[in-house]
Each structure stands twice: as structure tokens, then as C-alpha cells.
């Protein structure tokens, strides 16, 4: 029932340029402009307002999630061990929230198995991040994909819970 509410300014714009379209070379041509640019600015401020959306098809949410259930100031670190020290994982092509996201509500959800599975792909696949220039280089798997894989022996995969409290350690993951 709520996408039929959701859909009325949709079916309204769409009718509304139908209208437009018809008016072409009337007399009535400026009206009928008029009323749907109007009517677009008037219901895009009000919507935007009221904080909804205004097409039926608009939620485009990476993860779809309620808000109720989240903790405030919590996130996820994903770093990658190796000789040399700990550097953090290289996400790209995703950005680094998208993977903290992914990391807190489905990795952490995993069984183990499914988790190691999980952290032996994403050591094999990707680097730490050491370029230059961090995220404002292309990213190593993408310019020199066997430099991205023999870049220095990666000992572990270490995930690390951030809050208030400070730094945790909830996962790790060691290569043989």
C-alpha cells in the first residue's frame, strides 16, 4: 500500500509531461509548462523536506539495514600482517565504508569456515594499501596485477572492532 502513496508524484510527473508534450504549438503550451515545472519544484522541496523519497523505485541502499539495531560509534577494520608490520587492507574497487559495512554485517555473521574462505580470498586478492598517494592512485590490482599478489608474504588477516572503548581484535585468519 505505501508504493501506491510513494508512486502518486511519480504518476503525477508522468501524466503532467504527457500534458506538456501534448501542449506543443497550443495556446496553452507556457500553462502547461509552467504547471509541471511547478508542480516538480514544489513536490521535489517538500519530499526532500519531509525526508522521503519520491520514486517508487528510489531506496538504492548498499545494504539494506534498520537503524534501530546499530551501535553508535562502532566500526570495522580490516589489516593485512606481514613482516614488515600491519597496513590496512585494500578495498578498492570498493570504498572503505562499503567494506567496513560489509565486514560488520555479513563476514562477522559467517561460519568459520565460510570466514576463512572469506580472508584467504581477500589476502590472495588484494594488497596493503601503500601506494603514495593512498586512495587517490589507481590501486595495485589494477595497474600490475602480479606486483598486487607477490607484493610482500602477507602472514594474516587481522579484523579489528573500534568503539568508544577503544581497539579490539574479534578475528584472525593466518596463512601457512
Not at 507556457?30 to 516538480?40: E, K, V
Not at 545494504?63 to 578498492?92: F, K, N, T
Not at 560488520?104 to 594499501?129: G, V, W
Request: proline share 6%; hydrophobic share 45%; with cysteine.
Amino acid at each position: 500500500m505505501l508504493w501506491v502513496v510513494r508512486a502518486a508524484p511519480f504518476v503525477t510527473l508522468l501524466i503532467l509531461g504527457a500534458i506538456v508534450n501534448l501542449a506543443r504549438g497550443r495556446p496553452y503550451e507556457r500553462l502547461a509548462t509552467n504547471i509541471f515545472i511547478f508542480f516538480f519544484a514544489g513536490i521535489s522541496c517538500a519530499l526532500g523536506l519531509s525526508q522521503h523519497d519520491f520514486w517508487p523505485f528510489s531506496c538504492y541502499p548498499v545494504m539494506v539495514e534498520s537503524s534501530s539495531g546499530i551501535p553508535a560509534a562502532v566500526w570495522y577494520e580490516a589489516c593485512v600482517a606481514h613482516d614488515s608490520g600491519e597496513q590496512a587492507l585494500d578495498s578498492s574497487p570498493i570504498t572503505r565504508s562499503v567494506m567496513e559495512k560489509w565486514i560488520e554485517r555479513r563476514f562477522m555473521r559467517l561460519h568459520p569456515e565460510e570466514q576463512n574462505a572469506a580472508a584467504r580470498f581477500l589476502l590472495q586478492n588484494r594488497c596493503a594499501n601503500t601506494r603514495p598517494l593512498g586512495p587517490l592512485t589507481a590501486p595495485d590490482w589494477l595497474v600490475r596485477r602480479a606486483a598486487a599478489v607477490d607484493f610482500t608474504p602477507k602472514r594474516a588477516l587481522r579484523i579489528y572492532r573500534h568503539n568508544v572503548s577503544g581497539r579490539v581484535l574479534v578475528y584472525e585468519f593466518r596463512l601457512r
